[in-house]
T-cell receptor, first 115, second 112 residues
Framework: GAGVSQSPSNKVTEKGKDVELRCDPISGHTALYWYRQSLGQGLEFLIYFQGNSAPDKSGLPSDRFSAERTGGSVSTLTIQRTQQEDSAVYLC?????????????FGPGTRLTVL | GNSVTQMEGPVTLSEEAFLTINCTYTATGYPSLFWYVQYPGEGLQLLLKATKADDKGSNKGFEATYRKETTSFHLEKGSVQVSDSAVYFCALSRGSGNQFYFGTGTSLTVIP
């Protein structure tokens, strides 16, 4: 079966532009997570979805970041007015349920570069 | 709060050497613990996990034991291969949504 997919794989944008990053989780997985991997910060949790709702948005670094999930499947992470410090690899993961101990399956990531 | 402290790298070993990568954690309650691996040019993959104290996770010759008394989950392998060259991440899951808290990663290079 297909794993978690993300698009685009690479995105280069200019400072101040908006970007949208897409994640397609494993079919049937109800939980979806976004993380950011950046130099100096390691891997940080951003937000998670249970179905279409986001009970925990505590990791979003600013109000320029938002995310949604539709149909219990695809999720989009939007960054408005991008800044250079937003440059990172954005990883999406999914799990069958958001239960402790459940394995999260990661996508290949989107590398975002803000010039 | 929840956090993971992982041995800093990079680590360079000769083939067939013994590997230990240290990982300690701080968490409220009783987390689940994971090791993920990222091979060059690939995404994060689960290597092994343990969900309660004294559990041992194992896979591909790697092992780690969940030690509650020392809040540790050290990764070990008796004889590394060149193909084990990768970045290894220790993580715990905790919180209402099972979100992960990762260590900073340890880069391992195995030379023939």
């Amino acid at each position: 079966g297909a794993g978690v997919s993300q698009s685009p794989s690479n995105k280069v944008t200019e400072k101040g532009k908006d970007v949208e990053l897409r994640c397609d989780p494993i079919s049937g997985h109800t939980a979806l997570y976004w993380y950011r991997q950046s130099l100096g910060q390691g891997l940080e949790f951003l937000i998670y979805f249970q179905g279409n709702s986001a009970p925990d948005k505590s990791g979003l670094p600013s109000d320029r970041f938002s995310a949604e999930r539709t149909g219990g499947s695809v999720s989009t992470l939007t960054i408005q007015r991008t800044q250079q410090e937003d440059s990172a690899v954005y990883l999406c993961a999914s799990s069958l349920v958001p239960g402790q101990g459940d394995t999260q399956y990661f996508g290949p990531g989107t590398r975002l570069t803000v010039l | 709060g929840n956090s993971v402290t992982q041995m800093e790298g990079p680590v360079t070993l000769s083939e067939e050497a013994f590997l230990t990568i240290n990982c300690t954690y701080t968490a409220t309650g009783y987390p689940s613990l994971f090791w993920y691996v990222q091979y060059p040019g690939e995404g994060l993959q689960l290597l092994l996990k343990a969900t309660k104290a004294d559990d041992k996770g194992s896979n591909k010759g790697f092992e780690a034991t969940y030690r509650k008394e020392t809040t540790s989950f050290h990764l070990e392998k008796g004889s590394v291969q060149v193909s084990d060259s990768a970045v290894y991440f220790c993580a715990l899951s905790r919180g209402s949504g099972n979100q992960f808290y990762f260590g900073t990663g340890t880069s391992l290079t195995v030379i023939p």
